[in-house]
């Protein structure tokens, strides 16, 4: 259960930092070179997301670790389009099922060997 929300945290964590910056750095092409708000934040949170990772490392295998962090790829193209306005096109829909479908099979490769 533990390790669950771990993985919840990382995957919420990770996906709003990389918003965050990318919210950070279209306000920073408007107006300065300087750090603002967004951008610390993201920072802020890739840090937490680090010391997430690194206790998942510590009681998953790599190979697992890997396979399930890529989801992150997919909360990214969801939160982009709703948080950010970015378009979502019929590839990049295509492209995050595969990954879904990807790192199912890998997380129910792992379940039927063990």
Not at 15 to 28: F, R, S, V
Not at 29 to 46: D, E, K, Q, R
Not at 87 to 113: D, M
Request: charged share 10%; hydrophobic share 55%; net charge positive.
């Amino acid at each position: 259960m533990l390790n669950l929300m771990i993985w919840i945290c990382l995957i919420i964590s990770d996906t709003t930092a990389q918003l965050l910056l990318k919210k950070g750095t279209i306000e920073n092409a408007l107006t300065t070179w300087g750090p603002n708000f967004f951008i610390l934040s993201g920072y802020s949170l890739y840090i937490f997301s680090f010391l997430l990772w690194m206790q998942i490392l510590k009681t998953t295998p790599l190979y697992i670790a890997l396979s399930g962090a890529s989801i992150i790829f997919v909360t990214i193209a969801f939160g982009s389009h709703f948080f950010l306005g970015e378009p979502l096109t019929i590839k990049s829909l295509v492209g995050t099922v595969f990954v879904a479908i990807g790192v199912y099979i890998v997380g129910y490769s792992r379940k039927s060997v063990n």
